[in-house]
């Protein structure tokens, strides 16, 4: 079963601050978070593996809460350069490490 | 900064014809998938390749859909008898494993496939 994110859409002016979360029914083993810029491929941001984990790359930031099965998407201080949609990606582990993507939060930073 | 390549970046083809997606992995990763995007919708799972074999795939991932590593470059998608539904992007992905078991995944950029 797919995660489920939210909010589906937020809407910023420069400099504000957002969190998108990422919650699933199922156990997690690690949670990847990609940015999809329209018509181009997912850039991988970062990746949470231990429970409670917490993340930076920049002014981007992520936590993991395992018992809750729960991630959460920290951006502060947002630029124009933050527009896109953001994916959380979910793996139970297993050989595949395949990843679930959750349904996307479409995020539009305005100056 | 090694990258995963994939081509043609646009195919067009017609409902039941074969098409074969290309993809080049970063060289010294392991693990390769194949994922697929609806437009508008979210990125999906349809396969995974480790050690010259399929290791897990989606339901998605019917008896029309099948890969190949021909060498030790290239990781193919073939679909056999396109239908209208299979019109997507399709990203290819690759990772190696670390110490953890954990692995980030690249995308390449993508090939749009459209089925007339």
């Known amino acids: 079963q797919q995660p489920v994110q939210s909010p589906q859409a937020v809407i910023l002016r420069e400099g504000e601050d957002a969190v998108i979360n990422c919650s699933s029914s199922?156990?997690?083993?690690?949670v990847h978070w990609y940015r999809q810029k329209h018509g181009e491929a997912p850039v991988f941001l970062m990746i949470l593996l231990k429970g409670g984990e917490q993340k930076g790359h920049d002014k981007i930031s992520a936590s993991f809460n395992e018992k809750k099965q729960q991630s959460s998407l920290y951006l502060t201080a947002s630029q124009l350069s933050y527009s896109g949609t953001y994916f959380c990606g979910t793996s139970g582990g297993g050989a595949t490490n395949k990843l679930i993507f959750g349904t996307g939060t479409l995020l539009a930073v305005q100056p | 900064e090694p990258e995963v390549t994939q081509t043609p970046s646009h195919q067009v083809t017609q409902m039941g014809q074969e098409v074969i997606l290309r993809c080049v992995p970063i060289s010294n990763h392991l693990y390769f998938y194949w994922y697929r995007q609806i437009l508008g919708q979210k990125v999906e799972f349809l396969v995974s390749?480790?050690?010259?074999?399929?290791?897990?795939k989606s339901e998605i991932f019917d008896d029309q859909f099948s890969v190949e590593r021909p060498d030790g470059s290239n990781f193919t998608l073939k679909i056999r008898s396109t239908k209208l539904e299979d019109s997507a992007m399709y990203f290819c992905a690759s990772s190696w494993i670390q110490r953890g078991g954990y692995n980030e995944q690249f995308f390449g950029p993508g090939t749009r496939l459209t089925v007339l």
């Open positions: 199922k156990a997690l083993y690690s």
């Open positions: 390749f480790y050690n010259n074999e399929i290791s897990e």
